[in-house]
């Protein structure tokens, strides 16, 4: 595959490898537990087959591409690609402590990307919304596919519908004020492709046919105990945003907003970990 092309997502891709990947590396085994349930019934419901060649698209940590070359077996192959560099080097290393032999893994932009050999599947497990032209990005992800090859990507529904997002927003919100650009829009970020007539107008544009929309209802584990939820949802959720956008008054409150999390998260924490309601949208298509 090739990536020749300066990025016109450059700077974006900078702040994902300066600030965000560190971040994901401290949580990455919040977002493994609370992540997994999601593309495990996606793939139950629209299984790879042996022999594919799939794609991975913003693949983190490689998880769901060395799952999905073991799926396809060594007739197949996976190929997983992120805009992290930290996040493509633990995978890397990943897949050669596992054996798994029939994986790749680049370093490389979706909207730009080139690739030698089409796909028969293109899969996301939570990376599609963070595209800052998903339209572009996905126009090109199709040009990888073969004919009538398949799109299979898992993507958040509203942050109303995910409690794990939602309850942490509402608490800072009641102590503090929402930052300046929080109004709906189509802009990257967790909860941009919850509207589904939205989604089927990108899809559209893209070239991708026939789009499908289920919804997977599963608990997200936002940590292993009440302290580690909080620290994460004040590090990478919606509530972690609004208090650093606030800044000294976010600080002022902050032991506030931790009390009260405190209190509505506990009743939630069992031996597994703290499990809060999530729903997300399994999402297919072919490519046209």
């Known amino acids: 595959m090739t990536d020749d092309a300066k990025s016109p997502n450059a700077e974006a891709i900078g702040v994902w490898n300066e600030i965000l990947v560190p971040k994901f590396t401290r949580y990455r085994q919040v977002f493994v537990d609370g992540s997994a349930p999601h593309s495990a019934e996606a793939l139950a419901r629209h299984p790879v087959r042996p022999g594919e060649r799939v794609l991975d698209v913003g693949c983190g940590f490689g998880e769901t591409t060395i799952e999905l070359a073991r799926a396809v077996g060594p007739s197949g192959g996976a190929l997983g690609i992120d805009v992290g560099q930290g996040f493509i080097d633990v995978a890397r290393a990943d897949a050669a402590h596992a054996g798994v032999t029939n994986v790749r893994f680049e370093v490389a932009d979706a909207q730009i990307a080139r690739f030698d050999e089409p796909f028969d599947v293109c899969f996301s497990r939570f990376g599609t919304m963070f595209f800052a032209n998903p339209a572009a990005a996905l126009r090109n992800l199709r040009r990888a596919m073969k004919p009538g090859g398949r799109l299979l990507m898992v993507v958040w529904r509203t942050i109303a519908d995910n409690d794990w997002a939602r309850i942490p927003k509402e608490i800072a919100r009641k102590h503090l004020p929402p930052p300046p650009d929080e109004a709906p829009n189509c802009g990257p970020g967790p909860f941009s492709m919850a509207d589904v007539d939205t989604v089927r107008a990108i899809l559209d544009a893209a070239g991708w046919r026939e789009p499908g929309f289920e919804r997977i209802d599963r608990a997200f584990t936002t940590g292993a105990t009440v302290e580690d939820a909080i620290a994460f ?56």
């Open 233 to 288: 949802q004040l590090s990478l959720g919606p509530a972690g945003e609004i208090v650093r956008e606030a800044g000294p008054l976010g600080d002022e409150k902050r032991p506030a907003i931790v009390a009260e999390l405190a209190e509505r998260l506990r009743p939630l924490a069992g031996p597994q970990g703290v499990a809060v309601g999530a729903s997300s949208w399994c999402v297919t298509a072919r490519a046209g």
